[in-house]
């Protein structure tokens, strides 16, 4: 066997062509070792990582041909003295050896022997002056040209180098991306409560403005959300993220008031490893996380006027820097905004900045309380009985048309949020059950006193009795008995509702005056 320099280019050729496309550490072995084959005989092929950290050693994968007894296992195992692999490592010189008999009394290399291997050359692979694995070739006759064979595996061992550095990089990168994929699927999921068909709504209010958010939904302009309480802004923001071409990517909510001051910018920027104490590793902000995403920041005048200045830096420059950390990071994300306040009397009150309330009301939508739009009430009654009931494993109620006719005429101080929670609980007491106006009243008693501190005036029961009788006979234009009469609606016997009437001086033209007023 005789490689002159042209053979041995050739040969170095032919290895590293049939190696490079290899994206899998299986294909790219098994191709290393057919390639070698085709050169010289050889009885056993082995790679190894190491592992300074730990003085560890890896197989980086199964090894080809003679498989000793006891050495083969794919576990981390320690460097240990006396072994082949720990001479070239820490030598980073070739290790040849023509004779293993003279040795055997080591373990591994007893293990060799036994198995019929009688000779060895291992190298060492190394990249940027670093070892990180060996390269081990094994016979079971010493080959006759041992040194020109080491000559040539020495530059072999420096392409596997290559090699064997770029897959190790490429399985780690693709296992950060599979985890990375993973919790991005993680947290669009756990926002899976909002799947956009859930979304009710049928009155001309909400149509009209869900056109709004439709058209708005393909542009990047800020949007911001107002509205009471419960009228769904959280929902509507996430709508208009899932039908915007953002979709695919992440929607970042920042609930502002529960970030604790302290960590506001590291939270919202993101901070740099060792930026402060307790910073242990680099942490990515939500402004990052929003890139071609959206960031929803809801309740945003809850921020200190300082917070808000920040924030105000960030919308007008898009670009951020992460604490501890002078390399400006810019993201690419798109604004919705909340509050449940009217964000100009905040301005007044000194709450909110005049400048940063004119940078995110570019577009504003104002969600109206399910009290002006009566007509969403049936439909969410009965869509969220399905969903809920569905999700309890209950059997739906039944809601009679005049226990609808009262849900409608409630005020509903907190909104959907509890028009879920009162369904929710009809589910549980009234499981495939007849709704009647008596069990909602109870009901709404109940969610009244609740209401206390957000309602400076609470009725007494006498003046909502009136209040009720009074919206009866509107209702039913001043019919007390007969199928659409007021007695009905509200569920007691004619001549009780005409004695309520007599009580507090109710006349039934009282549908009219009303009507008028
Ligand atoms: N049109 C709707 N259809 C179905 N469910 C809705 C609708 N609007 C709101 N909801 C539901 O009502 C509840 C309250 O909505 P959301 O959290 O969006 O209110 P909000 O306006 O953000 O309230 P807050 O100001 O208190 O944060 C949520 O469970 C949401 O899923
Ligand atoms: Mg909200």
Redesign the pocket.
Known sequence: MKWNLATRHQILLEITNAVISKTSIQDFFQALAAELKKHFPCDRLSINLYEKKGQSLQYFTEAYGIDPKGISSLDKRPLLKGTIAKMAIQSKQPVIIDDLSRYKDKFSIGQMVRAGLMSTMAFPLIMRNTVFGSLHFSFKTAPPNLSELSELLTEVSKQVAIAVDNLVAYKRLRNKNQNLEREKRYLIGATE??KSK????TSPQMTEIMEVVKKVAGIDAPVFIT?E????????ARYLHHISPRKDHLFVKVNCPAIPSTLFESELFGHAKGAFTGADSRRVGRFEMADKGTIFL?EVGELSENQQAKLLQVLQERRFERVGDSQPIEANFRLIA?T?RDPVKSIQEGKLRNDLYYRLNIIQIH?PPLREREG?IPL?IEQ?TLHESHQMHQAAPHYTQQALTLLNAYSWPGN??EL?NFVKRMIILKPGEKVRPHDIEKMIELEEQTCVEQNSYIPTLAESEQISIEQALVKCKGFIGGKNGAARLLDVPRSTLQYRMKKYGIKPEISVQLKDR
């Open positions: 409560d909002y859930d979304f009710c709504y509205g309480t419960g009228t769904g802004k959280d929902f509507l809801d909340a449940n969600v969403d969410l969220v959907v949020r879920k």
